[in-house]
T-cell receptor, first 110, second 114 residues
Framework: TQLLEQSPQFLSIQEGENLTVYCNSS?????LQWYRQEPGEGPVLLVT?????EVKKLKRLTFQFGDARKDSSLHITAAQPGDTGLYLC??????????FGKGTMLLVSP | SQTIHQWPATLVQPVGSPLSLECTVE??????LYWYRQAAGRGLQLLFY??????ISSEVPQNLSASRPQDRQFILSSKKLLLSDSGFYLC?????????????FGEGSRLTVL
C-alpha cells in the first residue's frame, strides 16, 4: 500500500492570507483527488488531477499535480473563514480503493 | 442525482452491545461501496469495501463485519462493541458512470462506546 504524507498537519491563519498544503508520496499514482471535510460531515470531492504537471483552478483554489505524479499541492489565495476544514488528498493506484493522507486541518480566522 | 444516506447519525452504545450501521445509495447502480472510520479530525481508515452484492473485502482485522445484501445497501455490524470502536464512520460510493475512483460520501455516523 502506497503512503501519502500531507503537510502541514495543522494550519491556522488570518482571513486574506495565502497558503499552500502539500501531499507527497514516494510512488506514482494514476490520479490524485482532493477532498474537503467540515466538522461532523463527510468529505466532499474538490478536484481530481490526472496528468503530470496538470494545474486546475477552482475559484481561489489552485491544484497542481507533480510532473512525476508522485505529489500534489493545493494553494488557496486570500483565504476566507468558509475555507476552514480538513483537506484530504487521496491517490488512486488503479485498484478498487484509494489511499488517503491524514489530512491538513485549516482554520481561517476573521 | 446520486445520494447516500447513513443512519443512525449518532449512536451511544455500551461496551459489549451489538452494532448495526446502515448505508443506502440512490441514483446509481452497481457502485463500489466502502466503510471508513475516522479518528477525531484526522484521516480515513478503510474498513471494508464491496464491488458487488455479497462481495466483501476486509482491510483491517477487527471485531466488525460488513454485508451487502442488495446492490445499493451496505451494512456495518458488530456482535460485541469495544471501547476502541468509537469513532466517526463514513460510507462512500463510487460515482455513477465514472471510472475515476472518485468517491461520494454519506453524512457519517458518530459512534460512542461507553
Amino acid at each position: 500500500t502506497q503512503l501519502l504524507e500531507q503537510s502541514p498537519q495543522f494550519l491556522s491563519i488570518q482571513e486574506g492570507e495565502n497558503l499552500t498544503v502539500y501531499c507527497n508520496s514516494s510512488s506514482v499514482f494514476s490520479s490524485l483527488q482532493w477532498y474537503r471535510q467540515e466538522p461532523g460531515e463527510g468529505p466532499v470531492l474538490l478536484v481530481t488531477v490526472v496528468t503530470g504537471g496538470e494545474v486546475k483552478k477552482l475559484k481561489r483554489l489552485t491544484f497542481q499535480f507533480g510532473d512525476a505524479r508522485k505529489d500534489s499541492s493545493l494553494h488557496i489565495t486570500a483565504a476566507q473563514p468558509g475555507d476552514t476544514g480538513l483537506y484530504l488528498c487521496a491517490g488512486d493506484e488503479g485498484y478498487s480503493t484509494l489511499t488517503f493522507g491524514k489530512g491538513t486541518m485549516l482554520l481561517v480566522s476573521p | 442525482s446520486q445520494t447516500i444516506h447513513q443512519w443512525p447519525a449518532t449512536l451511544v452504545q455500551p461496551v459489549g452491545s451489538p452494532l448495526s450501521l446502515e448505508c443506502t445509495v440512490e441514483g446509481t447502480s452497481n457502485p463500489n461501496l466502502y466503510w471508513y472510520r475516522q479518528a477525531a479530525g484526522r484521516g480515513l481508515q478503510l474498513l471494508f469495501y464491496s464491488v458487488g452484492i455479497g462481495q466483501i473485502s476486509s482491510e483491517v482485522p477487527q471485531n466488525l463485519s460488513a454485508s451487502r445484501p442488495q446492490d445499493r445497501q451496505f451494512i456495518l455490524s458488530s456482535k460485541k462493541l469495544l471501547l476502541s470502536d468509537s469513532g466517526f464512520y463514513l460510507c462512500a460510493s463510487t460515482f455513477t458512470d465514472q471510472n475515476t475512483g472518485e468517491l461520494f460520501f454519506g453524512e457519517g455516523s458518530r459512534l460512542t462506546v461507553l
